[in-house]
């Protein structure tokens, strides 16, 4: 890998993405809903055990959870929840995907270009932007009681593929069909997995060392990461070592 996405670093750094947290919860509920098609047991189906720890880690209520799931699995009747990725190409060139849960297609469809329209960027037709990225499995490990030189050692016989510091945690990535492989034989060391996911990162990424254009790409994600609908956001931008916490 010649590089990482830096926008979910970024938002822990700066605080991004104030969503409300009944937008939140929308977006949990989706992700379950969604997940739990394939299955409404999370220890059969690791998608869904991967969304109903991010619910619960939201403090999401337990029925609200139990209800999702019964959505996905169809024990309860409601509007049909459908995934979609869009591509889009923002300032500078940068490209974005933008996994959208929703129930309402040409809803969607409308805000996502009016977003991207807004701020200087344009909806691309499918596979224009997602041959830049790679789906890879990521997670996130504590550094603040590790020795790192024995961790990595850990990391690389479990199976890693790369890992990365950001701020006081370790990223590691895994290929997409082995991230749950990974992250038992991580956790029966005794390690604690943070935020196992799903994830697409670029191939290679593109530096905006002006700081006018580094705001305005940041506003379109921030931007894009407060729609209800959307699950995930990401880009192949990067900023200056230190800047990110500066703008």
Request: glycine content about 8%; overall charge negative.
């Amino acid at each position: 890998m010649s590089g990482h996405s830096k926008w979910s670093q970024i938002k822990r750094q700066k605080g991004a993405a104030d969503v409300k947290r009944g937008a939140i919860f929308s977006k949990l509920t989706n992700a379950i809903i969604l997940t739990a098609r394939n299955g409404g047991d999370p220890n059969s189906n690791f998608q869904l055990k991967m969304a109903i720890e991010k619910a619960r880690a939201a403090s999401m209520p337990k029925e609200n959870i139990d209800r999702a799931i019964k959505r996905g699995t169809g024990e309860i009747a409601g509007a049909k929840v459908e995934e979609i990725l869009y591509e889009g190409i923002g300032p500078l060139g940068i490209g974005i995907l933008i996994e959208v849960a929703t129930d309402n297609r040409n809803r969607t469809n409308s805000e996502v270009k009016n977003i991207l329209s807004s701020h200087g960027s344009k909806l691309a037709g499918s596979g224009a932007v997602a041959y830049q990225f790679e789906r890879m499995g990521k997670f996130l490990i504590d550094l603040s009681d590790k020795n790192r030189e024995e961790l990595e050692l850990q990391l690389i016989d479990a199976g890693a593929e790369d890992f990365e510091e950001q701020g006081e945690a370790l990223a590691i990535y895994t290929k997409a069909n082995e991230l749950e492989i990974v992250k038992k034989q991580i956790e029966t060391q005794g390690i604690e997995v943070k935020n196992p996911s799903l994830t697409w990162e670029p191939k290679n990424t593109i530096l905006i060392s002006d700081k006018n254009e580094a705001q305005k790409i940041l506003k379109l994600m921030e931007a894009i990461e407060n729609m209800e609908e959307v699950t995930a956001v990401y880009s192949n931008f990067d900023l200056p070592a230190g800047e990110a916490g500066s703008l």
